[in-house]
């Protein structure tokens, strides 16, 4: 049976990245006991670095006490190696690249490691969680937590179920993201899900438009913060995702979904093979 919302304790989160050390972080500030994995020490110490700055910067701006700073920090633990982690997790997110492989590598891991009843999920935003459920014994404890950029500032959660998710585990995942501020959509499994095709399609005409040159950047941007109220334009949008991947997301669409709204622009793959993929390179359809 998959843990109810009052016996989640230790949130494990996999992947120390922009999306991980971000969820990890909320994670923390929830008050659950928060576990930062990767490969390497260097990643998670890197990882705690940006969590602590965010923590600070918030400090500063009077968003965040120095009590719930504090709290939060306390509340994080590092490891390296995934088995042993896994073995003492209620909750693990998997928030690794969107290569199904290596999810597949991961759960299956957790399969071996992790607690009778622990919910399984993962922070893809494309991928197929039923094919990712597949490399378990559990899959009713498996489902999507998408989590949207950044994560201590967007309310939005995507929880995404699967023939085989339980709604048991579906339950205690919209009462772990309540917890952690967020607002949760619930969406079945399909290609992009709901929010990455939306926002793929506004993606790539956004760069078509750039590629062909309607208006600039900035322009198209504007458009739709001041015509539609947007918090932020689609070519921002994708500098901050990363233009890597939003390449990797569209292909995946186009493979597996088909139409020309999905297709790649040729100036995505330019930027991405010159590698500018947005704010994280320092070049992107914006300088930073």
Known sequence: ??????????????????????????????GYRTMLVDVKEEFVAHGIERIKANLQSGVERGKVTEEACDAALKALSTATDLGIAAAKADLVIEAVPEDME?????FRTLDEHAPEGALLTSNTSSLSVAEIAS???RPGS????????????????EIVWHDDTDDAALATAAAVGKRMDKDPIV????????TSRLGIVLGNEAIRMVEEGVASPEDIDKAMELGYRHPMGPLKLSDIVGLDVRLNVSDYLHDTLGGEHYKPPELLRRLVKEGKLGKKTGEGFYKY
Do not use: C, Y
């Open 1 to 30: 049976m998959v843990r109810g919302p009052d016996e989640i304790r230790q949130v494990m989160v996999i992947g120390a990245g922009t999306m991980g050390h971000g969820i990890a972080q909320v994670s923390a500030m929830a």
């Open 102 to 106: 290596l999810k597949k590598r991961i």
């Open 135 to 137: 490399a378990t014994s």
């Open 142 to 157: 498996v489902l999507g937590m998408h989590f949207f950029n950044p994560v201590h500032i967007m309310k939005l959660l």
């Open 187 to 194: 969406v079945k499994d399909s290609p992009g899900f709901a």
